[in-house]
């Protein structure tokens, strides 16, 4: 017995790490080190809109749009006590949006703080005018004692954030120099300009992605409202909504979070294939999904003839050092329901680890599924309502799986069976993991289990072979 024991040590030893590894993979926590995620929340709440609200009618109706699309920053001119445009502000106060009010040029200072504290607690940042000092507005935000807090944004001294002004001139926004620089400045966006003549098919490509490459470097993005001279924005010159309000509207409802900024986690993934000219940002939701954002930073409009230009899609494989259940592609110009689903090779037991995907000049939200604590599936998420019944351009599809391509749709899917679609060759019949039940025998378990009846047996045969030599000792 004495010469079995080490063989039952070693026994024990394996069937612990095999628990050990067992829980450590269904829990699907992201491997050491990887990539920072941005919280979702935080991006959503990183959008904000320029506009010029008017009267009180005008302002209620322009707060409805926004709240239709998840926006809730707006940046207007301050005004005076007098100006009439102040019920417009007051509308846009009333229905819960945050306001950063620009202070026009040789305007009192004390007379806009003024003002703006009429407006209570909506207002979260006042703006010197350009190429001003901030340090005289922000005397008058300090002195003020209704408006603790408020942000004070300008070039220069005095300013809490540093205001910049970007202006495409119709390029596409990886095309033009970066002016964000690291990010490790306070740094605001208060004017986007995609310059005259763009489409708005192409303002629908652009402004995602702008929104998306800010995200992290800029505290804010406040893109053109109602379009002019300087380019088209998210809302018609009748305040009706255009297809890049449609597609920044998905995209939000999307990624929104209600209103939770919890601190992400980091994913370890690198992107394979014809990747030069892709761009990503990874968010994260407090749910502990992963969206990976992708796209291909190319111009899709030529200024100088005023073409608009063909962008080929770029195939690429996402690899993750961490499987996961399971994948679902967006697309939010063509919608809110999924236009892809990724899961592993049926009957092979295999965790998804990498994903097929064709990225073009559309935004591409890859939604990645991990496996839940105890080895639970995830649980279902709905895909929201439209925000807009606003048509996109017809456009080749911009997520492909395993060579197959998906029928663009600006609505909800027909049925799951429609869009879905699978990785790396599974069958087109295959279960969308998020839309299942929870699955305990999965793979991974059945070989964890496999292994520990084996080494069962080796111990039962063991001790039977001890027990038979001390009978024959005896006897």
């Known amino acids: 017995m004495p010469r079995l024991r080490p063989l039952l040590v070693g026994i024990v030893v394996a069937l ?28 959503v709440d990183s959008v904000g809109v320029n506009l010029h609200p008017g009267d009180a009618k005008a302002g209620w109706a322009l707060a409805e749009r926004l709240q239709d699309a998840g926006i809730r920053h707006v940046r207007a001119p301050a005004t005076g006590p007098d100006d009439p445009a102040l019920a417009g502000l ?33 207002v979260a940042a006042m703006e010197a005018p350009a190429g001003e000092r901030a340090t005289p507005l922000r005397r008058a935000v300090l002195a003020h004692p209704r408006l603790p807090g408020v942000t004070v944004l300008g070039s220069g001294p005095g300013a809490d954030a540093q205001a910049v002004r970007l202006d495409l001139g119709g390029r596409c926004p990886g095309c033009v120099a970066d002016e964000l620089g690291s990010g490790d400045a306070a740094v ?23 929104l998306l490459a800010n995200a992290g470097l800029a505290v804010r993005t406040y893109v053109q409202g109602q379009g002019g001279d300087t380019g088209p924005g998210l809302l018609g010159q009748d305040g009706s909504p255009t297809l890049a309000y449609a597609t920044v509207a998905r995209m939000l409802a999307l990624l929104d979070d209600g209103r939770r900024q919890v601190a992400p986690d980091r994913l370890g993934f690198r992107l394979a294939g ?8 990874l968010l994260q939701k407090a749910d502990g999904h992963f969206w990976l954002a992708l796209w291909v930073e ?12 063909a962008v080929p899609g770029h195939r690429l494989r996402v690899v993750l050092d961490t499987p996961v259940v399971g994948a679902r592609a967006f697309v939010p110009e063509l919608g809110t329901s999924p236009q892809r689903s990724f899961t592993g090779r049926s009957g092979s037991g295999r965790p998804l680890d990498r994903i097929d995907l064709e990225v073009t000049d559309r935004v591409l939200l890859l939604e990645l599924l991990p496996r839940r604590a105890g080895g639970a599936a995830p649980r279902a998420t709905a895909p929201p ?31 799951p069976a429609a869009t ?28 964890s289990m496999l292994a520990a009846s084996v080494l069962l047996m080796l111990v039962g045969l063991a001790a039977l072979f001890a027990s038979r030599r001390r009978y024959r000792h005896r006897h």
Do not use: N
């Not at 990539?35 to 929340?41: D, I, K, P, R, S």
């Not at 014809?274 to 940002?281: E, L």
């Not at 606003?390 to 609505?411: D, E």
């Open 16 to 43: 612990a790490c095999l628990g050990t590894g067992a829980g450590a993979a269904a829990t699907g926590q992201p491997a050491a080190g990887g990539e920072l995620a941005t919280a979702a929340g935080a991006f």
């Open 90 to 122: 007051r509308a846009l106060a009333g229905a819960g949006l945050q306001l950063d009010l620009a202070v026009g040029a040789g305007t009192d200072p004390g007379a806009a703080v003024a003002a703006a504290a009429s407006l209570g607690p909506a």
């Open 274 to 281: 014809d990747a030069a000219a892709v761009r990503h940002r």
């Open 385 to 415: 309502p439209e925000p807009a019944p606003v048509a996109p351009a017809p456009q080749a599809p911009a997520a492909a799986g395993a060579g197959q391509a998906v029928t663009p749709t600006t609505t909800a899917a027909a049925g």
């Open 420 to 447: 879905r679609a699978v990785a790396a060759g599974e069958p087109a019949a295959a279960v969308d993991p998020a839309s299942r039940a929870p699955l305990a025998f999965t793979g991974s378990t059945a070989l």
């Open 188 to 210: 605001q966006v208060t004017e986007v300009d995609l310059g005259a003549g763009v489409p708005d098919a192409v303002a629908a490509r652009y402004l995602p992605r702008l």
């Open 298 to 309: 190319e111009p899709g409009w030529d200024p100088a003839s005023g073409q608009e230009l």
